[in-house]
Each structure stands twice: as C-alpha cells, then as structure tokens.
C-alpha cells in the first residue's frame, strides 16, 4: 500500500468521482470518500454498492456542506480521521474534490511526496498578504460573525456586516492562533493533521471556526501554522478562481495547457470532458517528463478571462459590453487626430499630411453631404457606409466604429463647424483624441467664394456661431482629449511651428523636421473683407486680429514657398 | 411592469387555443434537457439542416409551432422523434407574431429548462462552440446563476445578387452566403426594457440608407434558463422580467455572448418577401418585407469589397462581435 491516502469531497457527478478513485486504488493509493448529505440516499447507497469491491475506497461519515459553510471543514476532518484511524501505512493525505484530476502519474506524485516526508503543502498567508478575498473581507472574517448566506441572503449579510462594524462588535480569535488563509486543496502529514485532529483545544477551536466565513480557507490553514515543521505554503492542486471566487472549469480543449502544466491535480473537471478524463486517466507512464509544477501558462489564459470580464476591450461597444457614461475605460481604441481649418488654409493639405505622416487621412467624415472617406472610398473597413444619413443615427457609434474597425491604423480627419456636431462631446472626452484647430479658418472658403455678400455674411455669423459653441465643449473641465488651438491671425503668422508639433501627434512614423510644408492659400484681400463684414454690422472675432489692409499677409507671404529650410 | 408581463401572460393563456397538437413526445423530455423552440411557415427546405445543426449542438428535444404551412413542414416535423409540433392556422399578428404562442409552449413544457428560441434561419454560434457543446455552457452559466445569454444576429449575404445564392435542402446555408459585415452596427438602450437596441449590419447599409431609424433590431436574447413566470415582449429582443435582459456589462467589463448567424439574404428571400408582405401578417404590417420586395426588385447585391467572409466564432471575438467574457 501507498504513504499517500486521498480523501475526496463529492456532491454531484458520482460516476466521475469513483472513476478517478478507482485510478488512485489502482496504484494503491487508499481512498476516503465523503459524499454531501445533501445527495438523496438512494443515490448514495448505489454509489457505495458500486464501489464496495475495492477494498481501499471508505466512506466516511456525511455532513452537509454549503459554500463558505463549516460542513466542508467538519468533512474534511471526519474523512481525515477515518483515513488516519483505517490506514496506518499513509503519511501524506491529499484533500480533494470530486472534480479533481490527477494529471500526472500516479507513482510520480508518490515518489514526489516520499522525498519531501516532513514537508506540509498547504498555501497558507497571513491576511495581509492576500488580494483575491471576495466581498472585501480578509481580517474581518476572523472577528465578524456570519449568520446569513452570503449566495442567498446577500441583503442580510452586508446589512449584518455592516451593522457589527457600526456597533464595533469584536469577535474574540481563540489564543496563540493567527489567522491565515489559502486555497482549500491542501495535502498534509500524518504528523500535523493528527496534531490537529487530536489537539486537546480542538472543540474551542471548532467552536470558533464554525462562526468564521469560509472556513474551509482558513481552519487548516491556521492550524497548520501551529504544529508543522515545514511548511511549503502552496497548493499541489492546479485551481483558477474567477473574479467571484468562483473556480473556472476545465474542458477537453485544455488537453494540451493542462498537459504543459506538469502539475500534479488540477480543478475543477468538467464531468463530460470525456477526452480529458480518458487521456489522464489512463496509464500514461512516460507521457510527461518529472518536472517541478508551473502552471504558469494556464495562469495567463485565466487572468486574462478575468481581465476580459472586469475591464474589457477598449473602445469596443458591443452586444454584452455597453459602459455607462465615465466608466469606458477609453471611448475608442486607438489614437487619431482631427483637424479643423487646416485645409481651408492650405491648398494641398491632406495629401501632404498622408504623405509626410503614413496615416489615413480622410476628408470631412461629417460634411452634411456624405463622409468624406480618403480616396473618394464610398465603404470603409467593417462595412460602414459612407451615407450621412447611416451616419447621423448615430454619429459617435460611427466615430467609435471608424477607429475599433481600423485599430492599429492611425485615422486623420477634417472636421468644421458646417459639420454634423453630435460628436463635439466625445471627441472631448476621448483621451485618444487628438483636436487641432485653427479658430475661424471657415471665413476662407466665404472670402473666395462668389455668394452675394447678404448670404455670406448670414453664413459667417451662423459659422461662428457653432465654431463658438463647440470651443467652449472643447475646453470644459471634463475634456481629456490632446487640444490645440490657434486663432487664424495666429496660424498664418507663423505655420510652421504648429504643423511641426501637429505632424509629430499624428504621424506613426516619427518626423524629425519638416522638410516641406503645404502650400498656403492666397489671402490677399482677406483682411479687408473681415473688415467688411465689420462693417455690414457682424463681429468676426474668431479669427484673432486681422490687420485690414495685406500688411499683414504680405509679411508671412515667404512661408508659401513650397520648401522650406530650417 | 408586473402588469405588463401578467397582461402577457393572460395573453398567451388565452392563445394556447391556436394550438392543435400533431404530434407530441414531451414525454421523453427529461429533468435537464436543453429545448429549442421555433415558429416556422413554409420552412422545409431549410428544415433538415436546421435539425442537424442543433442536434450536433446538444439539443435533447424540439418544440415547433408550425403556422399554415402547406409545403409538408408539418409531416415532416411529425415524423420526427426529438420533436414536438402544435398546428396553429389563426392569424400570426394577432398572436403578437408568434411570442403568445412561444411563450406558452415555454411556460408548459420549459419550466427550468435552458431553452433556445431561434427561428428557422438562426444558427446560434457560441464561445468554444467547436470545441464544447451547448451543454458545457449552459453548465457555466447555471455555475455563475446567469440565467439568459444574449446571441446578436449576424446577416450573411452571398457574393453577388441575392437571387443568384440558390439554396438547396440539406445544404449548409453558410455555403453560399458566407460573407457580412463586421463593424457597422450602432446600439442604444432601450429604457422601457432595459435590453440594448443593436441597428445596422448589411440591411441597414443597402435597405435602410434613407430611413436608419426603421431597420430591423439585431440584439437577442435567445437562450434563457425558463421559468414559468418568463415571457418575451418581442421576438426574442426582450424578456420580462427586466433583469433578464440584462445580459451585457456597463462598468467597462464584458460577459460572455454568442451570435445568431442569419441565413436570410439568399435566394428565398424574394418568395418570402412576396408572400409575407401579401399575408400582412409580420411586424409593423410586414414593412421590411415591404422594404426588401421593392429593393428586390432591382436585384441587390449586399457584398462589398470590404465584406469579412466568416471562419469562426473566434473571428468574431476578435471582432468584437462577441465576446469569451470570462469563459475560459
């Protein structure tokens, strides 16, 4: 007979749990089993019958076992008890559950523990040293009392909780003990968990753990630290919680992880995950080399569920991930730039930009005609529709789809106040986006246009307008978006420096110097005509200070040379 | 609200009338059977591939409702062992198009059951699909007391006019209309139910351009953990009570979902059109048949160059179409 004696907790899928205790009796390793009292009696006795021809498989004494209730500890010890009492050969016990499977062979395992006889494995931390508590609750647990369920009565116990910390209600934790915590899956010696089974102060002990919240992290794990001589504090049991506490499940698609994690059990099985109960359970000498446990790489495959589950994709709205308002973690998800003005001041600017940068430059996504898609594309990628009015139903779904479609692709595009401006509120709020603007760029295309000077002037004062209004979302305390803004006087008298720091925001591939800039518009006359219309009555004032007569365009005339030096 | 889910409760009481029996096995339903439940008219040709689809899925047991159908939907159906089908020949609108007559085949016959309710054009794709059966996730849900799981409907679309892509009995319907559109779709939550409201796709992009508003709503909510007192308000996009429709995430997380590949934009899609629009008996007095048979007319054609032709759910995970959630 084998030193190592397997006690294994069951509640449901029976056939499973006495299949894998049949693998363990098979290398002679005796069995304890203890079956939930909550499993119907017939159910029971069909299971013992069917196990009674193996002499190394027991039944220990039933409880009833809730989750985080004291049945689980009162099982595990009845079962360790009868374990100890019934096979005096075992020196390591190895509590399990039912959907436990031993991944590796069994002589392995055995061979393992005999070269570590002293050795105690349980993972055992002092409260301060854990993150993965559920409901917030780590020293509290100890001094706390926990009537109602926490699964079932989850109003009760927060209210009852909340009511002892008010009253400063303090449990009194029994002396010489210090509170530790630690996965339930534990596998201990003969030596410490007599000592515990047999300790004089055992029913004080009992007395005080039946009121602590989940027990079976802390009863063991506690006393352990009381009479072991070597404790390693980790688990032999491969077990992955989720971000409720909640075990994930393993499934024969994990085969080959489970395979590379040379661990010795892992948790939980699925019970119809055939191909993983067939390939670990049959005889598999060989099938994998002696090696320390490290499940490191199933680790990152469940912490990143976690993460999926908890944070989610940025900028991604979707079916089963809808954020309210302030919790998007990032409204899109990948950086892009959006200019205002710029190719009212310059004649070429979106081909030079794409040029100079790498990037996707569009033209006015949101003109009132249609997205201006580059290169005149009528659908871009993810099937969205250059229509404006596919568009307008949903204007930042069409932004926040634009980006999610192209993510790893930079997006530049035109945007001005004789646009749709649904969107000014989440492109503030987007930290990935990046606004430059040139305030009153838009009396350009007016002053070179051949409208009747009535129509411009209605035109100019509705444009300034909606530029003003927007300015102000712009610059509210809740922008997050990377903001420029110049005024046009500003721009036109010295280009270069903000198409420099433009360039670098938007550009993937980075610019040391502009080598060339874009050619600007010919502004003669512009003055006069802002004068104008100061004169039929309107105030431009958005475009800065704009002297009346060409002084003013006639001093920045060297920077329309189409090279520039510097 | 609680008005409102008795009130479809009376209702659908009052319907169970509609229902003539043809052939019943829900006998052989057992504790922890998966049930699918579908209303169908004039379906046989897609019904053979409908029935090993779901079966290879996991689905123990069928119910059908079969509404005039006069092409031998019904005979075949009956002849079926893993099925059950009612006759219902009374007017399909005023059973709120077919949610009066689901909802009580659901309250008799699905009481803490997981059901699937898909029409027959629906192929429900779910995380791990090819690896796990339905089971393995309903499973899970029932480990993380998730009682319903939302699935978005996905249109297919062939290559090429619509007429063109002719389907076959028997036939994988993915076979021929094997492309869609992977990042055009708009949502927004609907405050009476709390469900999410999902637009777009390729009917919004070549039917709905000049009325958005009207195109027809994506989001599902197809596989529920049933209990008696459950009803849908309409189809399959909202349930009662509200927290059923609670299936996605607003802190920034996401929790697991499925699609509903839509095998509706291939070649019977015009007889459809034509008879549903002449019977008047569909949503909104059949506007979207209305919508399609005029578009029809000038032969459509949904692919574009920026089209994703489907592989797995994995693709539309990484999508964004769906999501793992925590599932691992």
């Not at chain 1, 609750?137 to 909340?162: C, G, H, I, M």
């Not at chain 1, 400063?168 to 010489?176: D, L, V, Y």
């Not at chain 1, 994998?288 to 709205?317: C, H, Q």
């Not at chain 2, 609670?246 to 997380?253: F, S």
Request: charged fraction near 25%; glycine fraction near 6%; aromatic fraction near 12%.
């Amino acid at each position: 007979m084998s030193n190592l004696g397997i006690v294994m907790l069951v509640h449901t899928a029976l056939n499973r749990a006495g299949q894998v205790a049949r693998h363990w009796t098979a290398s002679g390793c005796p069995v304890v089993i203890h079956v939930d009292r909550k499993v119907p009696d017939k159910v029971y006795a069909e299971f013992v019958a069917a196990c009674s021809d193996d002499p190394l498989i027991r039944f220990s004494e039933r409880h009833v076992c809730n989750w985080g209730g004291w049945g689980i500890v009162a099982a595990s010890q009845s079962a360790a008890a009868l374990m100890l009492e019934v096979f005096p050969d075992v020196r390591h016990v190895f509590l399990t559950s039912g959907a436990c499977l031993p991944l590796r062979p069994v002589d392995e395992l055995v061979t393992y523990l005999s070269d570590r006889p002293r050795v105690d494995f349980i993972e055992s931390a002092t409260t301060s040293d854990v993150s993965w508590t559920i409901g917030g609750l780590d020293q509290e647990r100890f001094t706390l009392r926990f009537p109602f369920s926490w699964r079932k009565n989850r109003k009760l116990f927060d209210a009852y909780v909340k009511l002892q910390r008010a009253l400063r209600i303090r449990r009194h934790i029994p002396e010489g003990l210090v509170p530790h915590m630690g996965s339930q899956w534990w596998c201990l010696t003969r030596q410490t968990l007599s000592a515990i089974l047999q300790d004089p102060k055992r029913a004080t002990y009992d007395r005080y753990f039946r009121r602590v919240w989940i027990p079976d992290e802390s009863y063991f794990q506690t006393l352990t630290r009381l009479y072991s001589t070597h404790i390693e504090s980790r688990s032999l049991t491969l077990s992955k919680f989720d971000y409720q506490g909640r075990p994930h499940i393993f499934y024969d698609d994990h085969l080959q992880l489970l395979r590379r994690s040379d661990c010795f059990v892992a948790r939980k099985i699925w019970p119809n995950a055939n191909r993983l109960y067939q390939a670990f359970l049959t005889d598999q000498a060989g099938a994998m080399k002696p090696a320390e446990p490290n499940p490191s790489k199933i680790d990152r495959v469940f912490s990143k569920a976690v993460e999926r589950r908890t944070r989610g994709r940025d900028g991604l709205y979707m079916q089963s991930r809808f954020p309210r308002h302030g919790n998007e973690n990032g409204l899109t998800s990948f950086p892009y730039s959006v200019f205002q003005g710029f190719t009212e001041v310059f004649e070429d600017f979106e081909p030079w930009l794409a040029n100079i940068t790498g990037a996707r430059v569009h033209g006015h996504l949101f003109g009132p005609q249609r997205a201006e898609f580059a290169g005149g594309e009528t659908i871009v990628n993810g099937g969205l529709s250059d229509c404006a009015k596919l568009r307008d139903y949903n204007p930042t779904a069409f932004v926040s789809n634009l980006i999610w479609n192209t993510r790893g692709e930079k997006q530049c595009f035109q945007f001005g106040p004789a646009d749709t401006q649904e969107i000014n509120w989440f492109l503030a709020r987007d930290k990935n986006a990046q606004i430059s603007v040139i305030t009153g760029a838009w009396a350009i295309p007016l002053f070179r246009s051949n409208l009747n000077f009535a129509d411009i002037r209605a035109e100019a004062a509705r444009l300034q307008q909606i530029e003003t209004k927007q300015l102000e979302i712009l610059s509210s305390v809740w922008t997050k978006a990377r903001l420029r803004t110049w005024t046009l006087a500003e721009f036109v008298e010295s280009p270069v420096e903000p198409l420099q720091a433009v360039v670098e925001d938007a550009g993937t591939v980075q610019t040391s110097h502009l080598t060339e800039a874009p050619k600007m518009v010919d502004l003669t006359g512009f003055g006069q005509f802002l004068q104008n219309l100061k004169n039929q009555g309107m105030h431009p004032y958005l475009m800065g200070d704009f002297p009346p007569d060409d002084s003013f365009t006639n001093r920045i005339r060297p920077y329309r040379k189409p090279y520039l030096v510097q | 609200m609680r008005l409102r889910r008795k009130r479809r409760i009376l209702r659908c009481l009052r319907k169970r009338r509609d229902l003539v029996p043809v052939s019943v096995n829900t006998n052989s339903i057992r504790r922890k059977d998966i049930l699918l439940i579908s209303v169908i008219r004039n379906e046989k040709i897609r019904l053979p591939y409908f029935l090993d689809y779901y079966r290879q899925l996991g689905i123990n047991h069928f119910l059908f409702v079969d509404n005039a159908s006069d092409d031998g939907s019904l005979e075949y159906l009956a002849g079926q062992p893993d099925v059950s089908v009612w006759r219902a020949d009374a007017s399909y609108r005023r059973a709120s198009f077919g949610v009066d007559w689901t909802n009580y085949l659901l309250r008799k016959f699905a009481h803490r059951h997981w059901v699937l309710t898909v029409d027959p054009d629906e192929f429900f794709i779910y995380p791990f699909c090819d690896t796990r059966p339905i089971r393995a996730l309903t499973d899970w849900l029932d480990g993380c007391a998730v009682r319903s799981f939302s699935a978005m409907l996905i249109d297919m679309y062939p290559e090429g006019p619509v007429e063109d892509a002719v389907y076959s009995e028997g036939q994988n319907p993915f076979d021929i209309a094997n492309w869609f559109d992977a990042g055009n779709y708009t949502i927004t939550k609907n405050p009476t139910y709390g469900n999410l409201w999902i637009q777009g796709g390729p009917r919004a992009r070549v039917f709905f351009r000049d009325e958005p508003k009207k195109a027809p709503a994506l989001n599902k909510i197809p596989l529920v953990k049933w209990d008696k007192r459950y009803v849908y308000v309409s189809s399959t996009h909202a349930l009662l009570p509200r927290g059923l429709n609670q299936v996605y995430d607003e802190w920034g997380g996401e929790k697991a979902s499925g699609a509903l590949l839509h095998a509706k934009l291939i070649s019977t899609l015009g007889e459809k059109a034509q008879e549903e629009m002449e019977r008047g008996q569909h949503y909104r007095s059949s506007g979207e048949y209305r919508a399609y048979a005029k578009h029809l007319a000038d032969m459509p054609e949904f692919w574009c160059d920026k089209s994703e032709s489907y592989i797995n759910w994995r693709q539309l995970e990484i999508l964004g179409l769906m999501s793992k959630g925590n599932w691992a």
